[in-house]
Antibody, heavy 128, light 111 residues
């Protein structure tokens, strides 16, 4: 059974870089047809897609939310079956619950279709 | 401001039917991209309820159904139960943004 678990610091100072890791069990990040990525939810607000990637033919196809693209970087450690998110120059507006998730790719857009397995989420607060 | 528009709240009595709308535009739902629906119970991660406009993952009761027409989509819940009280989100793809977009969410209250 595929499971995802987020980990990272609960508190980050303004202007610093937020780093989160998602550990995958019960499946491989290099499965090819599945996308992996991050979604966040500010307190009392809705969901926001941050970025996603899939691995195929030795290539990582990566997409970021245009509103966050200049500050986001993803990395992958296949030996640990983990993927990570780095968000730079954080501010209070980045305070949120951060979820990692996975799901199939869309045959039409070749982008992330929907999320069918989610981690439990990790709360990140940006404050001095 | 979310790209997909949902009513902030809906309510219904146990046993009744409610619908939640999700309105988009010509760059997302109206362009033919599929709509997916998630249920988020308090304090938990979202769970997919409907994918590909009208498909239910295994384990989701057939009380939940989805449809799409033009630039909008709808989630219908029949035979409302107390455990359906949750936040519901629609999601699609937007070609102008080249990314995934969500609705702002709808809080369902079972009276």
């Amino acid at each position: 059974q595929l499971q995802l678990q987020e980990s990272g610091p609960g508190l980050v100072k303004p202007s610093e870089t937020l780093s989160l890791t998602c550990t995958v069990s019960g499946g491989s990040i290099n499965s090819g047809t599945y996308y992996w990525g991050w979604i966040r939810q500010p307190p009392g607000k809705g969901l926001e897609w941050i970025g996603s990637f899939r691995y195929s033919g030795s290539i990582y196809y990566t997409y970021y939310n245009p509103s966050l693209k200049s500050r986001v970087t993803r990395s992958v450690d296949t030996s640990k079956n983990q993927f990570s998110l780095r968000l730079s120059s954080v501010s209070a507006a980045d305070t949120a619950v951060y979820y990692c998730a996975t799901g199939p790719s869309d045959v039409v857009t070749d982008r992330w279709y929907y999320m069918d397995v989610w981690g439990k989420g990790t709360t990140v607060t940006v404050s001095s | 401001q979310s790209v997909l528009t949902q009513p902030p709240s809906v309510s219904g009595a146990p046993g009744q039917r409610v619908t939640i709308s999700c309105t988009g535009s010509s760059s997302n739902i109206g362009a033919g991209y599929d709509v997916h629906w998630y249920q988020q119970l308090p304090g938990t991660a979202p769970k997919v309820l409907i994918y590909g406009n009208s498909n239910r993952p295994s384990g989701v009761p057939d009380r939940f159904s989805g449809s799409k027409s033009g630039t909008s989509a709808s989630l219908a819940i029949t035979g409302l139960q107390a455990e359906d009280e949750a936040d519901y989100y629609c999601q699609s793809y937007d070609s102008s943004l080249s990314g995934l977009v969500f609705g702002g969410g709808t809080k369902l209250t079972v009276l």
